[in-house]
């Protein structure tokens, strides 16, 4: 078999658009204008690895509400799958799906965002997900191998890393959590690092940093 190419998006340029059927009828990226959306895919429904994941983004939903941020599925099944799947996530773990899931048979969207990779399969999204900001910028974008599932709560750390790297204009460590200190720009002159020192600034080797605001 001849090998393919495959096209990515661009962290911070515009998400690739998409009108797409879902379990929650038609869904475009423009709907999801003004908020932070979170569009990740998986192989296939009614499969172990997937179905762990779902249940862990829906049982995380509210965090990312809290967030201001939207959930967005997608894999290559069809509507009537994916509406299967959902009810039979819930009757058999009592977790409720509550957020959309795209229908995309024709791989449209998948193709956009390079989701299917040949080297994994010609058919199924490997496990990609993106987070793209209220202007509709893709700001972070993950892909695992269909083997092994997602650690939701690290996509709730990065979304906070982002909005507060947007907010104060720093960025943020390794592992960095919420009220930790972040790093914030260099100061453009000797007597404004000066200053700093009274501003509960710390100098540590060659950055400085501060408790997040």
């Known amino acids: 078999m001849s090998e393919q190419n495959v096209t990515f998006p661009q962290l911070n340029k515009p998400a690739p658009a998409f009108n797409a059927k879902t379990t929650f009828g038609m869904k475009s990226l423009e709907d999801y204008k003004g908020k932070w959306l979170v569009l990740f895919s998986h192989p296939a429904d009614f499969t172990p690895v997937c179905t762990t994941e779902f249940m862990g983004f829906a049982t995380r939903a509210d965090q990312f509400a809290a967030l201001n941020c939207e959930l967005l599925g997608l894999s290559i099944d069809s509507v009537h799958s994916h509406i299967a799947w ?5 009757e058999n773990f ?7 899931i795209i229908a995309d048979l024709s791989m449209e969207v998948a193709k956009a965002y390079g989701m299917i990779q040949p080297g994994a399969s010609d ?5 990609a997900t993106f987070i793209i900001d209220p202007d509709g910028i893709l700001r972070a974008m993950v892909y695992y191998p269909m083997s092994n599932g ?3 709560d690290e996509f709730v750390r990065v979304l906070k890393a982002l909005q507060t790297s947007d907010e ?11 009220g930790e200190d972040v790093i914030v720009p260099p100061p453009a002159t000797m007597a404004d690092a000066e200053v700093r020192k009274d501003q509960g600034y710390q100098y540590t080797d060659w950055y400085f940093s501060k408790k997040s605001l």
């Open 86 to 90: 959902a009810r039979s996530i819930e």
């Open 123 to 127: 058919t199924a999204a490997v496990r």
């Open 150 to 152: 997602r650690s939701i």
């Open 168 to 178: 104060h204009k720093v960025a943020t460590p390794e592992n960095w959590q919420p």
């Open 94 to 100: 009592g977790v409720k799906i509550t957020f959309p």
